[in-house]
Structures are given as C-alpha cells and as structure tokens.
C-alpha cells in the first residue's frame, strides 16, 4: 500500500548487453564466450536453425564443406543474434547468458564499508534478503537505482539507492552497526 512520500519506481533498462557461453557437441565442457549487444533485460537466447547465404561465417562454412551453413544464436523473438559452429552434426548449447552491462551500468558494484545513507535515499518497499537479488533489481532499473544499501552488511536486508537523488560519497554517514553500500558502476 501507497502512502504519503511514497517512491514507486517502474523504469525498466531499454537495452543491455550480454555475455553468452555455449559449448560444442564436439567438445562438452569446452566453454565459449560471445558478447551480444543491444538485447532487452531478461532476454532468452538458444541456438537454432543456419545460414548459408547471408552472412560471411555462413558463406565459410560453406566453402570449408558445411553445405547448410552456420548456426545462428536466436533471442526470443528469434531474431539471430549471433553465430556458433558450421551447421554439420556438430551442434551448439547455449550454457549461461548474463548481462554484463545494461543502459550504460555495469552489473559491477563498489563497496563502501561502516557507512550508511539516510532513509530518504532509499526507494521505499524495495528490500531483498540476497545480494543476487538485489543486484538483479538495481540492474533492471537502470539510471532508476543508484546502488544497493545493506543494513548489518550481513546480505540480510538489502534496499535499493534512488538514482535520482544525486548520491555522492559526501551523502555517506558514518556508520555504527557496520552497515554497507554497493556502488553500481556506470559504464
């Protein structure tokens, strides 16, 4: 429930990039990494179908013998997105896709140690009781969140710093109860 003061934020990012790491049937275990940009927050990827005729890897694959092309990674929308191995009987699995960067934030965080910021810097009703989740927030909300604010820094109740606030290191208040602040680290 809403109340007088209070902060709702529903910015979501427009555009974040990607690390993608797949592998080969040819050689499980054996970990490749690809960097996809321009992808929505939260986006899918699974490698499906070939090219042959469109873009350059196709037309190699093609003239090294693979007659059907090269694999192409896909979003959800099945937009292709990028390319794995030649369209043989070797196929491709995507392992893990996690954004590195997103409207211009990194999912990368400075830690300030025995600090805290006064209630009225932080979004009021986010609280989360990991890290994870809370960094998954601030991300998702782009210029939104400025960066994370735990309590006890013991990852227990963690909220979420208003980005619009201007929030300088000089905000910072010194800190009694070893409480913490996560710095999201602009790109």
């Known amino acids: 429930m809403s109340g007088p ?4 934020t529903t910015t979501t990012v427009r555009a974040c990039t990607y690390q993608i790491q797949y592998e080969s049937s040819q050689a499980p275990g054996e970990i490749k990494t690809m960097e996809v ?9 699974r490698f499906s179908g070939c090219d042959s005729q469109e873009l350059d890897e196709g ?3 093609v003239a090294g013998g693979a007659s059907n092309g090269v694999r192409l990674l896909k979003n959800r929308y099945g937009q292709a997105v990028g390319t794995g191995s030649c369209c043989t009987s070797e196929t491709n699995k995507v392992v893990e896709a996690k954004p590195l960067e997103c409207d ?8 300030f140690n025995a600090v805290y910021l006064t209630a009225s810097n932080l979004i009021r009703g986010t609280s989360y009781r990991t890290l994870f989740a809370a ?3 601030c991300l998702k909300m782009g210029h939104k969140c400025w960066g994370l604010f735990d ?7 963690i909220m979420l710093v208003d980005g619009d606030l201007n929030i300088t290191n000089s905000s910072f208040r ?6 913490c602040i996560y710095e999201k680290i602009h790109v």
């Not at 003061?5 to 709702?8: K, Y």
């Open 174 to 179: 010194v800190s009694h109860q070893s409480s």
């Open 135 to 137: 960094k998954v927030a």
């Open 104 to 111: 211009g934030f990194k999912d990368e965080y400075t830690k």
């Open 37 to 45: 940009p321009r992808q929505e927050y939260g986006e899918a990827f």
């Open 59 to 61: 037309k190699d694959c």
């Open 151 to 157: 309590d006890k820094c013991d990852m227990g109740n």
């Open 5 to 8: 003061g209070t902060t709702l």
